[in-house]
Antibody, heavy 124, light 110 residues
Framework: QVQLVQSGSELKKPGASVKVSCKAS????????MNWVRQAPGQGLEWMGW????????TYAQGFTGRFVFSLDTSVSTAYLQISSLKAEDTAVYYC?????????????????WGQGTLVTVSS | QSVLTQPPSASGTPGQRVTISCSGS????????VYWYQQLPGTAPKLLIY???QRPSGVPDRFSGSKSGTSASLAISGLRSEDEADYYC???????????FGGGTKLTVL
């Protein structure tokens, strides 16, 4: 079955970096874009951006430029989210989500499935 | 502050029908499809409704979605205890060139 399995929880100090992985299985990895969504503790969902799994071209949402990097390793069907210069406010659960639908028009697409989430805690 | 506006909470008793609203603008809901996601406690979000009113296989027909103008609604009929969850609406926003979510509605089954 189609599933996304993310790496485990991370505890990092301010200023450090973290790399979260999202391994896909059950479908052709390069046929679907991958999105990243953040959920701060007790808060709602916030879209971070997406990566074209064919070309590797990333697109970042406002507020997620500079310290956030999306990447891929298509040989192992895995997407990555790297966050550098971590701050306390980066503490959140980070989800990867496969983008389904027509492909051409983003409005026609949706997220399914989602990874189980990776908790990143930034604390000194 | 979320781009899409949802009530923070909703409640109902078993068997009741509840609706959750989602308000946006012409740059998102007004001109694009609406999606609904269900997040059970301690779990990842799950697709509930796509393209305004379509249910993925496996989603009970107790769940239905609708859209009118710049607003959308999720209706849950025959409320069950296992429906207790957070519900999020989402849509593509043409002005932001990205997806936007509502702030989420916590549904309590009394």
């Amino acid at each position: 079955q189609v599933q996304l399995v993310q790496s485990g929880s991370e505890l990092k100090k301010p200023g450090a970096s973290v790399k979260v992985s999202c391994k896909a299985s059950g479908y052709t990895f390069t046929s679907y874009a991958m999105n990243w969504v953040r959920q701060a503790p007790g808060q709602g969902l916030e879209w971070m951006g997406w990566i074209n799994t064919n070309t590797g071209n990333p697109t970042y949402a406002q507020g997620f430029t500079g310290r956030f990097v999306f990447s891929l390793d298509t040989s192992v069907s895995t997407a990555y989210l790297q966050i550098s210069s971590l701050k306390a406010e980066d503490t959140a659960v980070y989800y990867c989500a496969r983008e389904c639908g027509s492909g051409t028009y983003k409005s026609y697409n949706w997220f399914d499935p989602w990874g189980q989430g990776t908790l990143v805690t930034v604390s000194s | 502050q979320s781009v899409l506006t949802q009530p923070p909470s909703a409640s109902g008793t078993p068997g009741q029908r509840v609706t959750i609203s989602c308000s946006g603008s012409s740059s998102n809901i007004g001109n694009n499809y609406v999606y609904w996601y269900q997040q059970l406690p301690g779990t990842a979000p799950k697709l509930l409704i796509y393209r305004n009113n379509q249910r993925p296989s496996g989603v009970p027909d107790r769940f239905s979605g609708s859209k009118s103008g710049t607003s959308a609604s999720l209706a849950i009929s025959g409320l069950r205890s296992e429906d207790e969850a957070d519900y999020y609406c989402a849509a593509w926003d043409d002005s932001l060139s990205g997806w936007v979510f509502g702030g989420g509605t916590k549904l309590t089954v009394l």
